[in-house]
């Protein structure tokens, strides 16, 4: 019997929903249009994200380019320079992923524009973005000494591990962010896949 399979499965589809009325539309309104502005005016889109986050910041910055703005992923070898007017991405539920802070700082000095993803606000990363969109999420693991007051309380472990809800919940904001920016610029399905990948490795 899939028991834990069932279980997991719909504790993080409740999650996500559930996590529907905690994101501020005032805050999906803010990124959304840094998106659009930096699309309007030609500038980059720089996505980092360490991890599993990293992971759903490359299907970010790949739905992106399929809309047509012009998109990156930190790290990657083809990623050019950081320049005034580009708008970073900086994908960390907790907010303070050192690698991710550092990233944000550079992109500061370099006059670019940082909008974080994050589950707190008052983080590391929080204070320095210029937007913060929070993602409500698990981001680690409760401490071990914690155990005998959580068991009196009757406060348990979610059964998806780590960041696990917090990356979920994150991958299908952004998708859901992708749509809103479909429609703000007017662009089809069509017109999307026709940018899409032709010549592909199986």
Not at 36 to 59: C, E, F, M, P, Q
């Amino acid at each position: 019997m899939t028991v834990y399979f069932r279980q997991a499965y719909l504790e993080i589809a409740n999650f996500i929903l559930n996590s529907f009325s905690k994101i501020s539309e005032s805050d999906v309104e803010k990124f959304v249009s840094a998106i659009i502005d930096a699309y309007k005016h030609n500038n980059k889109i720089l996505v980092a994200g360490v991890g599993r986050s990293g992971l759903v910041g490359r299907a970010f910055a790949m739905r992106l380019r399929h809309l047509g703005v012009e998109s990156y992923v930190l790290g990657e070898t083809i990623t050019p320079s950081v320049r005034q007017g580009d708008l970073v991405v900086a994908i960390s539920g907790s907010g303070s992923t050192q690698i991710i802070i550092t990233v944000a700082e550079a992109a500061k000095r370099a006059g670019a524009k940082v909008a974080a993803i994050t589950s707190f606000y008052d983080s590391p990363l929080g204070r320095l973005a210029d937007i913060v969109l929070l993602v409500p999420g698990r981001t680690k693991r409760a401490s071990s000494d914690d155990y005998f007051a959580r068991q009196i309380l009757g406060v348990h472990e979610p059964l998806s591990p780590l960041g696990t809800l917090f990356e979920d919940t994150c991958m299908v904001v952004l998708d859901s962010i992708i749509v809103e920016i479909m429609k703000r610029l007017d662009k089809s399905e069509r017109e999307m896949s026709a940018i899409h990948a032709n010549v592909e490795i199986f």
